[in-house]
């Protein structure tokens, strides 16, 4: 995962989807925990320096209200930010779209331009071959996956930039699992394969 992505969450800048992936992240990948924590402790200084500016200045503070609903977590599998934004298993059952790929889409983290959703990929299983119209991050949450540029195991993130095209293929054993962030919606190459788009709406 780029730095710039764990700097925009610690900011504030990062869509809530990219924040609640990147919380994920740093729950089970220590690298991206370490950065994560670097980063607010950086961003907490600046915030110090810019509250006494305001106070000097006598300028109200702007502070976030973010409400945000804190369930028990009931699932393992899912890290607890899921669930800290209402994320429920039982509550979004897996859809069957092609042969080995199931989705879920995550409601409460979409809005207009950002799709949030779970991949389940059979070991062998692929989604066809297709670029984004804008970036995407993808998390392992079990299992793992392998495209053109690498194999992805639990807990690492694989960034694509928009136009950039790749065939996720699911890696022999368990399931993979993965948490999606796509900013700018999924392109498939093939026009044969313009049905596969339904996995991923």
Same mark, same amino acid.
């Given at each position: 995962?780029?730095?710039?992505w764990? !700097?925009?969450h610690?900011s @504030? %800048? =990062?869509?809530?989807a990219?924040?609640?992936?990147? &919380?994920?992240? /740093?729950?089970?990948?220590a690298e ?5 924590e !670097?980063a607010d402790?950086? @961003? %907490? =200084?600046?915030?110090t320096?810019?509250?006494?500016? &305001?106070?000097? /200045? ?5 502070l976030s209200n ?7 977590r009931t699932?393992?599998?899912y ?5 800290r934004?209402?994320f ?27 799709d949030?959703?779970l991949?389940?990929i059979?070991p062998g299983s692929?989604?066809?071959?297709h ?10 949450l ?16 694989c960034?694509?930039e928009?136009g950039?095209?790749h ?13 999606a ?8 190459r093939?026009p044969?394969m313009?049905?596969?788009?339904r996995?991923?709406?």
């Amino acid at each position: 995962m780029e730095d710039q992505w764990i !700097l925009d969450h610690s900011s @504030g %800048a =990062a869509p809530l989807a990219v924040r609640v992936l990147v &919380d994920c992240a /740093s729950e089970i990948n220590a690298e991206i925990r370490a950065k994560l924590e !670097l980063a607010d402790r950086i @961003g %907490a =200084a600046l915030m110090t320096e810019d509250i006494w500016d &305001d106070i000097q /200045s006598n300028t109200p503070l702007s502070l976030s209200n973010e409400p945000v609903s804190v369930p028990i977590r009931t699932d393992p599998l899912y890290p607890t930010a899921l669930h800290r934004y209402g994320f429920n298993a039982s509550d979004s059952p897996w859809r069957s779209k092609l042969g080995g790929v199931q989705g879920r889409k995550i409601n409460r983290l979409c809005e207009p331009g950002v799709d949030a959703r779970l991949l389940k990929i059979q070991p062998g299983s692929a989604i066809p071959h297709h670029d984004h119209r804008g970036q995407e991050l993808t998390l392992v949450l079990q299992g793992g996956f392998s495209d053109e540029k690498g194999v992805y195991h639990r807990g690492d993130v694989c960034a694509g930039e928009a136009g950039e095209p790749h065939t996720p293929v699911g890696l022999e054993g368990e399931p993979c699992i993965c948490f999606a962030v796509s900013l700018g919606g999924y392109r498939f190459r093939n026009p044969l394969m313009s049905i596969a788009a339904r996995i991923l709406t």
